[in-house]
């Protein structure tokens, strides 16, 4: 099972980013996807969730407002659009299965794309 999460880069504060995570020797379908990110020297975070068939979606009150998750199961991807970034959202960020917002309940973590938002 391979989660590869793609779309980060360099980008300068009020930028937008579009993540990708595409999932490998596994369907998403039955599972629901969440995006957490790990900024240095800080535990990892919650960002945005979103149920098997997207009727449920959970965004961390730090991006209300300006991400958005979104998936299609029948391309086996979930994509985090962040908007108006802020320094605050650097990090690495990690999609995973399995959850939406409780990352003790992953059961698949993918190996991240690192998103720095300069000043």
């Known amino acids: 099972v391979q989660l590869q999460a793609s779309g980060g880069g360099l980008v300068q504060v009020g930028d937008s980013l579009r993540l990708s995570c595409v999932a490998s020797?596994?369907?998403?379908?039955?599972?629901?996807m969440g995006w957490f990110r790990q900024a240095q020297g800080k535990e990892r975070e919650y960002v945005a969730g979103?149920?098997?068939?997207?009727?449920?979606?959970r965004i961390a009150n730090s991006a209300k407002g300006r991400f958005a998750i979104s998936r299609n199961n029948a391309k086996n991807t979930v994509n985090l659009q962040m908007n108006s970034l802020k320094s605050d959202d650097t990090g690495v960020y990690y999609c995973a299965a399995g959850c939406m917002d409780n990352a003790h309940r992953c059961n698949y973590w993918g190996r991240g794309t690192l998103v720095t938002v300069s000043s």
């Open positions: 020797g596994l369907s998403i379908s039955t599972y629901g």
């Open positions: 979103i149920s098997w068939n997207g009727d449920i979606i």
